[in-house]
């Protein structure tokens, strides 16, 4: 495939992406910071930050689109809490609801047919010998987000932890959906109490989503 017609592709689709703005609505009893566009509640002495992290984490036009969200807990409580990405849950403005996916599962996702793409947000290759030029140019140098299957491990060391969280302690990492937002215009984030993310939730983080 030419060079210029790569590059004519990735600058259009870079332009159709900067065209999508996600930003929290304001609740009674949540924060916003417009810096960058989260949301913060806090429910019993624990606070959670959520902002959109990737509407489309991994390669273009894949079939599982997979959405990610950037989520910190801050524990200021003097017990132990718990809250696995399973705990999360995503509802679209169209009622639709998705669970939350595993690093292992996003991996297995961005792997397939990765021998015909380059690093995200690009356009996938029709020939090989394409990736092979590229890959001998210093791509790393950029400070765009890399496709993960060229760094699978980022998949897993920026995901939240599954692991408890101790008392007056903290941590961050991205939640994972397969769900495609830009279809819609809202957006909400369920935390439940439990990880069978069933009930009433605990905390709800909604976001408006503009084309």
């Known amino acids: 495939m030419p060079t210029k017609f790569i590059l004519v592709v990735s600058i259009l689709l870079l332009c159709s992406a900067c065209s999508v703005s996600v930003s929290p609505i304001a609740t ?7 810096e ?4 913060t509640e806090t429910h019993d002495g624990v606070s959670f930050t959520v902002k959109l992290d990737q509407l489309s984490f991994g390669p273009y036009q894949q079939v599982d689109n997979i959405t990610s969200f950037h989520v910190s807990i801050n524990n200021q409580t003097e017990s132990q809490i718990s809250f696995p990405s399973s ?4 509802k679209d403005g169209n009622g639709r609801q998705y669970r939350s996916i595993t690093p292992e599962r996003v991996r297995e996702i ?8 380059i690093p995200y947000p690009y356009v996938g290759y029709y020939y090989l ?6 890959a001998y140019q210093n791509t790393f140098s950029s ?6 299957e060229y760094h699978p491990q980022d998949i897993f060391t920026q995901a939240l932890t599954e692991e408890p969280l101790l008392k007056n302690s903290n941590a961050s990492g991205l939640v994972y959906f397969i769900a495609d937002l830009e279809r ?3 957006a909400e984030l369920l935390i439940f109490p439990d990880q069978e993310a069933s009930g009433e939730p605990l905390l709800k983080f909604p976001f408006t989503i503009k084309k």
Do not use: M, W
């Not at 009674?28 to 417009?34: A, F, L, R, S």
């Not at 961005?110 to 793409?117: E, G, H, P, Q, R």
């Not at 010998?129 to 590229?134: I, K, L, M, S, T």
């Open 28 to 34: 009674p009893t949540g924060i916003i910071n417009p």
């Open 36 to 39: 960058d566009n989260s949301l």
């Open 87 to 90: 705990a999360f849950l995503l």
């Open 110 to 117: 961005v792997s397939k047919d990765s021998v015909y793409l």
């Open 129 to 134: 010998e394409d990736q092979a030029r590229v």
């Open 143 to 148: 400070s765009l987000p890399f496709y993960a």
């Open 184 to 186: 819609s215009n809202y």
